[in-house]
């Protein structure tokens, strides 16, 4: 089965894939931004792609909202990573022998408060992804010069790691969800949704479409508003809701298209915080 | 009067800056990250700041939210700039004889469509932000780059425009809000706010808040919900609201800290789409 994720082999999409699909044999397709991730996906290069949604610490991506709304991919599962941080170099050396530390832009953010703690003439370098400067590091023979990644990364590559959860917040956690080209029948314990609708500007149009969910026992546990392109100063909302009555939830979302410009759902998945594995191979064979 | 921005002079940030302090003599405070920015102010080597918080393609810059909340910094005002890419280098060159591109990656991401269909080897690097890419390109006299930019960037740097308005969509406009350490009373056409509350897990404990200002002819005009750091998965809700009755708008914000679990007003200021000019200093000295 071919995955496509943004990185490389040991990276933290790398991982969530593994967590998805533990017992399957998968072939990575590596792409270097979210959007290819998508492009893969559409033009069928890869059979689904895993792509970080949120993270407790930074909040929504909001970007990778857009890419699955404007591709028409659909959301299968979701999984949850605790993402804790690593500085890792070649061995022998330790923190005092190091001049440059590379890192994704998020990564080194992440760990500011570490990074403020280092001597001053250490050189802080923006790298392309997390797991990718630790490669360069290991492939380049590189003395002097650390990544900061997660574990995995250091024993993929053989690197030595030099401190450890050195990220200011020590729960940091990552949202990923498995996206597709084709629509599903949602798993049998299906009981989370994302939805995207558009309002008019009329007064108390959102709280009217929320008081709907309400009413029906459907439990709002995120909103985002994000532009309508094309549209300036219009939002489109994102959200997420659980519900315990999956048929009752489909029939809400039939009277809500009448109410609101535009709705559309993103994905009906169970709700996964014990990142059980994805079911989505077993669905598509029953499917056949 | 000490401004500190994102960037340098005759970047989109200085240009808002002018928009709103168009008769007032401006030292502007060059800062490499926003984060700089609410520092600047926090530690008063800047009086204000100037800082981006929306854009109508790529939605909310969510960072900001946080950055002005947990500085305890305060909205003073808005203003909303057109923002529209350039293409420029040293004089006497066509977009022939360029081999590299520079920009900051938002920049780039923006111009996209018009970057594939330069030829292939063309290389495109990403910059620290757009003005300073086009600064070092006249000072170290570079031939063969090009920086893309606003046209006040071509203007301030004496570089020719190989190509204009750039950008795959011709509408992008960035909302730029002015902050400030000190809580002052609002000007006396204030008709819009930015709260912050959070809320607890109970089913409807949303739309029974946007309901409140439903009730109250409260237009709710954004909403984005960024985590709780320390609470993962637990959500804080940022909020734009328009309102006719200042008075009216102050009850219900002190009956509704009642129902939510926090609420901070974050600014109370004139909806500005006109791009008046900030009313901030007759402001303040009226009330010295």
């Given at each position: 089965?071919?995955?496509?994720i943004q ?5 933290f999409?790398?991982?969530?894939t ?7 044999e ?6 270097d931004t979210f ?12 059979d689904?792609g ?8 930074a909040?929504?991506i909001?970007p990778?909202?857009?890419l699955?709304?404007a ?8 999984v949850?990573?605790?993402?804790q ?13 190091i ?6 832009p998020?990564?080194?953010?992440q760990?500011k408060?570490?990074?403020?703690k280092l ?6 370098i923006e790298?392309k992804?997390?797991a ?8 380049g023979?590189?003395k ?32 990923f969800v ?5 629509a ?5 314990n299906?009981n ?6 558009e309002?008019?500007?009329?007064l108390?149009?959102?709280?009217n479409t929320?008081?709907?969910f309400t009413?029906?026992n459907?439990?709002?546990?995120k ?11 219009q939002y489109?909302?994102?959200v997420d809701v ?14 809500l298209k ?24 077993q ?6």
């Open positions: 089965m071919k995955i496509a990185g490389i082999e040991s990276s999409h790398d991982m969530a593994r967590l998805l699909f533990p017992d399957t998968i072939e990575l397709i590596m792409c959007e290819k991730v998508t492009e893969c996906i559409e033009n069928m290069s890869a689904f895993v792509l970080a949604i949120e993270n407790t610490i909040g929504s909001l990778n909202y857009n699955i709304d591709s028409g991919l659909v959301i299968y599962d979701e949850f990573l605790n993402i941080m690593f500085i890792m170099a070649l061995g022998g050396q330790t923190i005092y022998d001049d440059e530390v590379h890192s994704h998020v990564a080194l953010l760990c408060d570490y990074l403020r001597p001053p003439q250490l050189k802080i790298g992804d997390t990718s400067e630790a490669k360069k590091i290991k492939e023979n590189l002097g010069v650390a990544a900061i990644a997660g574990k995995q990364v250091a024993e993929r590559f053989g690197l030595e790691i030099l401190d450890s959860n050195i990220q200011n917040e020590k729960d940091n956690q990552t949202r498995l996206i597709g080209k084709e599903i029948a949602p798993a049998e299906a989370k949704a994302t939805l995207k609708f309002l008019s500007h009329s108390g149009s959102l709280s929320l008081q709907m009413t029906f459907i439990n709002l546990t909103i985002q508003s994000l532009p309508i392109v094309g549209k300036p100063w489109a909302f994102f659980m519900f315990d009555d999956y048929q009752l939830f489909t029939e809400v979302t039939k009277v009448k109410a609101v410009s535009e709705l559309k759902i993103l994905g009906v998945y169970k709700h996964n915080v014990e990142n059980t594995p994805s079911q989505l191979i669905v598509l064979e029953n499917g056949k």
